[in-house]
T-cell receptor, first 114, second 116 residues
Framework: DQQVKQNSPSLSVQEGRISILNCDYT??????FLWYKKYPAEGPTFLIS?????DKNEDGRFTVFLNKSAKHLSLHIVPSQPGDSAVYFC?????????????FGKGTHLIIQP | DAGVIQSPRHEVTEMGQEVTLRCKPI?????LFWYRQTMMRGLELLIY????????DSGMPEDRFSAKMPNASFSTLKIQPSEPRDSAVYFC??????????????FGDGTRLSIL
């Protein structure tokens, strides 16, 4: 059973436009959510996170939104740039419950078209 | 800043051989995690340590897998004997566990393991 789901394996967006990546989760104990970006032959790189006590967190061009009632989070990238082309992973953990390991979605391959 | 360092980057070996993967976490980080990435299952947690003590090894697939953390700056993941289905990319990550603060995990670049 997949506790973290990214239903879009790939997404193509024009340069300069907004990219919206979505993630759904089923475990209501998750209280910390992260987005990672991954280039080929490299490890995942931390992008942005959000605690369950918040519903929005911004860092430059990146904003993460959390809707706890819907068990849904999204990552907005605006404006999208060619260097944003990568695989994006959504991840979650139950830190307050002492489960520090991350549960990952399968990833969304974002392609920024020039 | 030195990140998480994994070695080797690539390993090709024959079925039945012992494989040892190595990880050096970021200095000062007290949590260390081992993950495996496959096409079928994606990224999955194998085991993690806090202050060199294994906390959760429920993700370790079989007794053929073992992990150790003899000190704060070194960990190994060993597979003995190795099988073709163990072929995957193995990632190590570390995190600073500050009480009351959510801290992200930082990943190494992985070891690509191929068992022939």
């Amino acid at each position: 059973d997949q506790q973290v789901k990214q239903n879009s394996p790939s997404l193509s967006v024009q340069e300069g436009r907004i990219s919206i990546l979505n993630c759904d989760y089923t475990n209501s104990m998750f209280d910390y959510f992260l987005w990672y970006k991954k280039y080929p032959a490299e490890g995942p790189t931390f992008l942005i996170s959000i605690s369950s006590i918040k519903d929005k967190n911004e860092d430059g061009r990146f904003t993460v939104f959390l809707n706890k009632s819907a068990k849904h989070l999204s990552l907005h990238i605006v404006p999208s740039q060619p260097g944003d082309s990568a695989v994006y992973f959504c991840a979650a953990s139950d830190l307050r419950g002492g489960a520090d390991g991350l549960t990952f979605g399968k990833g969304t391959h974002l392609i920024i078209q020039p | 800043d030195a990140g998480v360092i994994q070695s080797p980057r690539h390993e090709v070996t024959e079925m039945g051989q012992e494989v040892t993967l190595r990880c050096k976490p970021i200095s000062g980080h007290d949590y260390l995690f081992w993950y495996r990435q496959t096409m079928m299952r994606g990224l999955e947690l194998l085991i993690y340590f806090n202050n060199n003590v294994p906390i959760d090894d429920s993700g370790m697939p079989e007794d053929r897998f073992s992990a150790k953390m003899p000190n704060a700056s070194f960990s190994t993941l060993k597979i003995q004997p190795s099988e073709p289905r163990d072929s995957a990319v193995y990632f190590c990550a570390s995190r600073f566990g500050r009480q009351g603060f959510d801290e992200p995990q930082h990943f190494g670049d992985g070891t690509r393991l191929s068992i022939l």
